[in-house]
């Protein structure tokens, strides 16, 4: 890791926790997913391991910070979910760019993490439940990991393609 990456990492972790705080102080915050832009975002802009390790410790400083998620499960399984978008995404668009053009490498990518983080992170839940003698079935996963998230996982959808064409537009040598 060099210089820029690392400041970018702690820039896009404080956001990371700033941007929830305002969200859910004017009621959007379950509704937007705003801390999940933090580390896709990361590994788009630091890289795979920058967006990894901004997605591990995002939601464990905002948790321990301002209470927001609840440390135990939620931050625990947010820190899987939004390292694996990090990760994913930073490493899919890096070989997709390749060979696609920027809007579709990045949607691609964005899909990838974001299908991959909440399997991961449904595998979490599945250990948790399964740990305090709980049931978790498929239902209630597709219900909490994406059909309760469906507006944020469409603002996320819409908005990061669009804002990583545009930065890349103005500046072709914004992702590393």
């Known amino acids: 890791m060099n210089a820029k990456s690392i400041s970018l990492t702690g820039l896009f972790i404080a ?16 509704i937007i997913l705003p801390m999940h832009f933090a580390p896709l975002l990361c590994g788009i802009f630091a890289g795979p391991k920058e967006g990894l390790i901004c997605g591990i410790i995002t939601p464990i400083v905002s948790s321990v910070l301002i209470a927001m998620p609840p440390f135990y499960p939620v931050a625990i399984s947010m820190s899987v979910e939004l390292a694996i978008y990090g990760f994913i995404i930073g ?8 060979r696609q053009g920027i809007y579709l490498s990045s949607m691609i990518s ?11 992170a449904g595998f979490f839940y599945l250990i948790f439940f399964h740990i305090h003698n709980e049931v978790y079935t498929w239902s209630i996963f ?3 990991m994406f059909l309760k998230a469906l507006p944020g996982i469409l603002l996320q959808i819409i908005i990061i393609p669009l804002f990583v064409t545009l930065l890349v537009k103005q500046n072709p040598r914004t992702i590393s």
């Open 15 to 30: 956001i990371g926790v700033i941007l929830p705080l305002l969200c859910h102080t004017v009621g959007l915050g379950l």
């Open 91 to 98: 490493i899919s668009l890096r070989y997709l760019l390749l």
């Open 110 to 120: 964005l899909i990838l993490a974001m299908v991959s983080g909440r399997i991961c």
């Open 142 to 144: 597709l219900a909490t």
